[in-house]
């Protein structure tokens, strides 16, 4: 299993996990204001399928705007709408379940 951070916030976004544990579990961060696309311009997704080395359809894409999620859907990319006030981890098994 691979994660990526996909952000549409300025690089400062890199920096602040940049000594952050967390970031050693991340294979790939891609910021809007680094690549020149945001969400849910159909070109971040490409980019960010091109930096993970995966074909879309193998991406899981969680994000808790409609508008992104709608963008990645375009490109192929699974995806889910994360709803505010549970735990993702709640909205993955929901997803997994979904789909066997």
Same mark, same amino acid.
């Given at each position: 299993?691979?994660? +990526?951070? +996909?952000?549409?916030?300025? *690089?400062?976004?890199?920096?602040?996990?940049?000594?952050?544990?967390?970031?050693?579990?991340?294979?790939?961060?891609?910021? *809007?204001?680094?690549? =020149?696309?945001?969400?849910p311009?159909?070109?971040?997704?490409?980019?960010?399928?091109?930096?993970?080395?995966?074909?879309?359809?193998?991406?899981?894409?969680?994000?808790?705007?409609?508008?992104?999620?709608? =963008? +990645?859907?375009?490109?192929?990319?699974?995806?889910?709408?994360y709803?505010? =006030?549970?735990?993702?981890?709640?909205?993955?098994? *929901?997803?997994?379940h979904?789909?066997?």
């Amino acid at each position: 299993m691979i994660f +990526a951070v +996909a952000s549409n916030h300025i *690089s400062l976004v890199r920096e602040s996990l940049k000594h952050h544990w967390i970031l050693e579990n991340f294979k790939v961060v891609l910021i *809007s204001w680094d690549c =020149g696309y945001e969400k849910p311009e159909l070109w971040f997704y490409q980019l960010l399928s091109e930096e993970l080395w995966m074909p879309t359809d193998k991406i899981l894409f969680i994000d808790d705007s409609e508008k992104n999620i709608e =963008g +990645a859907k375009k490109v192929w990319l699974h995806t889910i709408l994360y709803k505010k =006030g549970t735990l993702l981890s709640e909205n993955i098994f *929901s997803y997994l379940h979904s789909i066997n």
